[in-house]
């Protein structure tokens, strides 16, 4: 009997035992369930913060681009339409020379090393002919300084060292100039923006005082706007002249990398001349 009573208590505390646990499990699930809902509906939420806040941020940063923008414009017009048009014009000229003297640096760019080699390989092949080919179907100063270099090479009569020489360096004076054309007109703008600024600021100055001198009192209104419109001027002409400089210094900046490309083409063209078969020593 006690045997019985024994199995029975066993098998209700196994049978609790069981219970308990599926029932922690079933509470353990319901708790990683709601915590996943919970989940989902703050990543919905923020998801729908995110949407909504997005067209909130773009009108905002539309708003400040209008409002610079708005800002720029009402300055320009309260600096005076007379020379803060001089100085746009100033501006935009001096951009186009900039653009132009970019695009052809830009253009006139080539690898000089492999160039010369190529020339250097004809020219030992005894192919001098196709070597002129080949410069003259190329682009920028140092191509047309090696074609002039070979012609000499190719005729007989300039097929002299000294000769060679001699128009290799004229044709590297006459494509630097070509390098450097137009760019006098960009330190003319450079320079003419900031003294339409300063003019601008002197003509303030001067429409304060006959301000001044029709009020008969020197109060901070009467001068205020005299002294807007020369400030406004001054800083308006600034600006245009520190965009055309950096622009100017980039320009001079491809100058001499392609002056000195020229002057490294130069010796390999020497070398290249003195050891052909048509030159004379």
């Not at 045997?3 to 319901?30: C, G, N, P, W």
């Not at 190329?138 to 074609?147: E, F, H, K, M, Y």
């Not at 001027?233 to 950096?246: E, R």
Request: hydrophobic residues 50%.
């Amino acid at each position: 009997m006690k045997k019985l009573f024994a199995i029975v208590a066993l098998v209700a505390a196994v049978s609790f035992a069981a219970t308990s646990t599926a029932m922690a499990q079933e509470d353990e699930v319901a708790t990683a369930a709601d915590t996943t809902e919970a989940a989902v509906n703050d990543s919905v939420e923020a998801d729908s913060a995110a949407v909504e806040a997005a067209p909130v941020e773009a009108a905002v940063a539309e708003e400040e681009s209008e409002s610079i923008h708005k800002a720029l414009k009402t300055k320009f017009i309260e600096g005076g339409a007379d020379f803060m048009s001089l100085v746009a014009i100033a501006l935009v000229l001096g951009l186009a020379f900039c653009i132009e003297r970019v695009i052809y640096l830009s253009l006139a760019q080539i690898n000089t090393r492999k160039f010369c080699a190529e020339l250097a390989a004809l020219v030992a092949a005894g192919k001098v002919a196709e070597a002129i080919e080949k410069a003259q179907n190329t682009r920028g100063p140092v191509a047309q300084v090696s074609r002039k270099a070979l012609e000499c090479l190719n005729s007989k009569e300039q097929n002299d060292i000294a000769t060679i020489e001699r128009t290799i360096n004229m044709e590297a004076e006459v494509q630097g100039s070509y390098l450097e054309e137009n760019c006098s007109w960009i330190t003319l703008f450079i320079a003419m923006a900031p003294s339409l600024g300063f003019l601008g600021t002197v003509i303030g100055m001067v429409m304060a005082f006959d301000q001044i001198q029709k009020a008969g009192d020197i109060s901070p209104t009467v001068v205020a706007g005299g002294m807007k419109v020369a400030l406004i001027t001054t800083i308006f002409g600034i600006v245009v002249a520190l965009i055309l400089q950096v622009f100017y210094n980039f320009i001079l900046a491809r100058v001499e990398a392609l002056t000195g490309n020229m002057e490294e083409a130069a010796q390999e063209l020497l070398v290249m001349c003195v050891k052909s078969d048509k030159c004379q020593k």
